[in-house]
């Protein structure tokens, strides 16, 4: 019943390795988004795709890659992990009505880099 | 693009006093606002929202304002109770769609 789905939850790794967080949502939406939350609480857009086409990228090392297979989907791929990449990372959803956009956010990914 | 300010970062009040976080926004453009709670380990969820056609809306504890000729928004959180503790995010969205988190505000409510 999870309307947007994380995974994994927990990503502890070392510097210098590949990994990929996935996110599903079961809402229907159009576009979906990447933030990266750090300890400081700010929540930074990263990437936008609506109906699988990128829509927002915002000034993030290239080493973050965004993939969408469909528009359920939106996996974000991270190369060469570094130690200040470690944060919070939460995919969301969002559809507009009314004139009103309401994001639905992922459960999040705590990712730790050693 | 648009830039949102929040301010406080940080709100201790006592327990059923009031609380007000204030935001400005850059983009005259913008026509809607969003506030957003992100209780301790939890994901942000919206709580309220306001159109720019419309000076003021309350849903129970919570209000919000928007004043846009001076580009200000407020959210007012009455008779505060524990469970209001958590991060509070305001946000504009102007005519490009592309929502503006302000840096949030971290309320702690002291019994």
């Known amino acids: 019943d999870t309307a947007v789905s994380q995974t994994p939850k927990y990503l502890v790794t070392q510097m210098g390795n590949d990994k990929s967080i996935k996110c599903e949502q079961n809402l229907g939406h159009d576009t979906m988004y990447w933030y990266k939350q750090d300890s400081k609480k700010f929540l930074k857009i990263m990437f936008s795709?609506?109906?699988?086409?990128?829509?927002i990228n915002e000034t993030v090392p290239n080493r973050f890659s965004p993939k969408s297979p469909d528009k359920a989907h939106l996996n974000l791929h991270i190369n060469s992990l570094e130690l200040g990449d470690s944060a919070v990372y939460f995919c969301?959803?969002?559809?507009?009505?009314?004139?009103?956009?309401?994001?639905?956010f992922g459960p999040g990914t705590r990712l730790l880099v050693l | 693009g648009e830039n949102v300010e929040q301010h406080p970062s940080t709100l201790s009040v006592q327990e059923g006093d009031s609380a007000v976080i204030k935001c400005t926004y850059s983009?005259?453009?913008?026509?809607?606002f969003p506030w957003y709670k992100q209780e301790l380990g939890k994901r942000p969820q919206l709580i309220i929202d306001?159109?720019?056609?419309?000076g003021e809306k309350k849903d129970q504890r919570i209000a919000v304002t928007l004043n846009k000729t001076a580009k200000h928004f407020s959210l007012h959180i009455t008779e505060t109770q524990p469970e209001d503790s958590a991060v509070y995010f305001c946000?504009?969205?102007?005519?490009?769609?592309?929502?503006?988190f302000g840096a949030g505000t971290t309320v702690t409510v002291r019994a």
């Open positions: 946000a504009a969205v102007p005519n490009d769609y592309k929502l503006s």
């Open positions: 795709y609506n109906n699988k086409e990128l829509i």
């Open positions: 983009d005259s453009a913008s026509n809607y």
């Open positions: 306001i159109r720019s056609n419309v």
């Open positions: 969301a959803s969002s559809h507009w009505r009314g004139g009103k956009e309401t994001q639905y």
